[in-house]
DNA sequence: GGTCTTTAATAAAGCCGGTTGCAAAACAGC
DNA sequence: GCTGTTTTGCAACCGGCTTTATTAAAGACC
């Protein structure tokens, strides 16, 4: 009650955001002439919230251009590279890890296969950092995929793939060590909505994710965001018993018999083994009943399904399209369409969900939305 | 570009909200002193605000009560009885309508048993206010709960239990004759939704509820909103093929052998009746991979459950949540919870869902919350 | 080199929304 | 009729934005 409005600080905020948007949409540095006409604000407008983003340190003047005629301006640079978003994805087999700038254009990336550990998490970190010249105290933020339940305050709840890491508080440790906010949370989640921000399922707000490798994993995007659960356990349907390929005592683990592994099997599929075809289909009709339910759950806009490379996974969207489609009655059902970000989808959603946890952090400016688009678009033009 | 920001607005809007909301919370009048300090807000700025309120004619200032010592206050009163607002309930075998004032009680209250149809609506609702003298020319908003899948715009896309009402215009048509919005959607969705908000899911935001009766229904409500779904088919289990049950024409439709419906093998089962218990553990144990499925991909913090009365529905929670949870491998699963509004939850729904679709245009102000709380809590108390 | 043109930056005034503070009004009670 | 209490209404001010006007800085032209 002391004279401070929430309303007036949130307008101000709004059009912070509008003008950074405005100067990220270009590497080019902005004039206050140029922003004004781009944002609709009004040039004192601009002007004041410039400083602002001038204080916060995310945005700088350069020397006024001396081009043509009447009086040269300054103009603004959106400074990209004034800090660092790490995105790291530790697996049974190994670590990935991703560096970006502001942003969220890549500038390291490091893969280390070794036996996954919290010091192993630290260790690509730096060295991707120092492969590429980056100073990690400018870190501002880290996002972290673990495979298993993911509590809210970070840790493992439970772990087929990681077990020696369940209850352990990784995040604390690793902010610690390098001085930075940390974000966990479940690797296939954050796969999900990686696709959902910037790839296959691009523009729906309603993705379910399929990913299809040594088990079966589900994750849902609903509008826009992961869903979680009141326990963690949304999608994890590999938790629910009866399963024919679960019959080995690995929960949830899926069980070949033509080829020791789901990709595998895949690959023999599409160069047309007729044993690993018949297995295959006999996979897809065991779990479309399933997967029929998912989609008769939440009715989304599209399925992107993740398994093996390009060439494998056509093998596999047809049949699998095929046995769902004769589950249902209604001929109405989302387009079942191939992962376009593979298995980065997971180090990617870790570098975006920082952003989207730690955004204030990360800009000094509430609200700025996370560069999802350009995190995720340097992938799909190196693949 | 006018002149005109979006955020003063948005701020006074807000304004607007709550001293409404702190009016509503009590029947008696309140004086601006009151109201300020129960708001927060500055005495100017309240007065300014209810000088809004009663230009939207939702609020009225009563004479100057000459009271206590010191200037006699004018006080200003919330006019619940200044619109009303129905909801309608039209099922295969009748109608059922309800009447409410502004905020939220129920004035009037109506069911036939008659083949449904168009006209039957209106003629529910005009029974209902000429019953209890309520003058329809106020009715600002119908919400219409329709068994069947329901379009974006309104009409039905199919229904088993309404057929002859598919894709006719008929919110258009009640429209023209009350005279206010309409807002349709399935009735299902409808009911789940009333039980999120002030029944048996009263304060969780994610909410499955399932309906036993002549077929297996269920509905989701995630973060507080009915899940719609891509082609308005969330929860549309009946949808799916090769159900044990469904082996009859009747699509979805259950098929009871001990008794002809599913409400009645609930009240044998719950008297004693053998063959009816073992029915009932037998389709438990039938449906309850579907609903594990269902549970691990929404992880909801409810189950509510639906069918017969609180008598019979005993019979079936217990059965219900063990046959799920042999299906569960991890312990943590959402309560199951018997329905609190039973079958009304349909036509409170329909209330509610008009209130949330046309708030503004019953109230006169942007974002004013729906009156859930007493729709639902009238119910409570009567049952 | 001085004036002119062109454009940017700054300053001033006004609107809208909100708050605080103070004087005036209206009534009860002595 | 005066005093006291409480509400009211008005003025002043802040913060944010916009519009308009003024000043500043460079190049262009004679």
Not at 16 to 37: M, N, P, R, Y
Not at 114 to 142: G, Y
Not at 265 to 293: H, K, N, P, W, Y
Not at 313 to 323: G, M, N, S, T, V
Request: a negative charge; charged letters at 25%; aromatic letters at 4%.
């Amino acid at each position: 009650m002391d004279g401070v409005r929430a309303g007036a600080q949130t307008e101000r905020s709004a059009n912070q955001v509008a003008c950074l948007q405005f100067l990220a949409e270009d590497d080019e540095a902005q004039t206050v002439g140029v922003i004004s006409a781009g944002t609709g604000l009004s040039r004192p407008t601009v002007h004041a919230v410039l400083d602002d983003l001038v204080d916060a340190g995310v945005v700088e003047a350069t020397e006024p251009s001396t081009a043509g005629p009447g009086r040269p301006a300054r103009a603004f640079r959106f400074v990209r590279e004034g800090g660092l978003v790490a995105g790291v994805d530790l697996g049974p087999r190994g670590v990935r890890a991703v560096i970006c700038d502001l942003s969220g254009r890549r500038l390291a990336y490091t893969e280390l296969q070794k036996d996954p550990d919290v010091s192993l998490i630290l260790h690509a970190v730096r060295t991707a950092a120092d492969e590429n010249d980056l100073d990690l105290t400018r870190l501002r933020a880290l996002g972290l995929a673990l495979a298993g339940v993911v509590e809210t305050d970070g840790r493992l709840r439970a772990s087929l793939a990681l077990p020696h890491l369940v209850s352990l508080p990784i995040a604390e440790t690793i902010a610690d060590e390098l001085g930075c906010p940390v974000a966990v949370d479940n690797d296939i989640k954050l796969a999900a909505l990686a696709e959902q921000r910037g790839g296959a399922g691009r523009g729906y707000d309603d993705v379910v994710y399929l990913q299809i490798g040594h088990r079966l994993s589900v994750s849902i995007v609903l509008n826009g965001v992961i869903r979680q659960g009141r326990h963690r356990l949304a999608g994890e349907l590999g938790a629910q018993r009866g399963m024919r390929w679960t019959r080995n005592a690995q929960r949830g683990q899926l069980v070949w018999t033509s080829r020791p592994t789901g990709e595998e099997v895949l690959r023999a599929a599409a160069a047309g083994d007729s044993a690993a075809q018949v297995e295959l289909e006999d996979f897809c009709a065991q779990i479309a009943a399933r997967i029929a339910t998912v989609l008769l759950v939440v009715d989304p806009e599209v399925v992107v399904v993740r398994g093996g490379r390009a060439l494998e996974l056509d093998a596999l969207l047809q049949p699998l399209e095929a046995a769902v489609e004769k589950e249902l009655v209604f001929p109405e059902h989302p387009p079942f369409v191939a992962s376009a970000l593979g298995r980065e989808a997971v180090v990617l959603g870790a570098v975006g969900t920082a952003f989207d946890r730690f955004g204030s952090d990360i800009y000094g400016i509430q609200g700025y939305p996370s560069p999802w688009s350009r995190i995720t678009h340097v992938e799909r033009t190196t693949k």
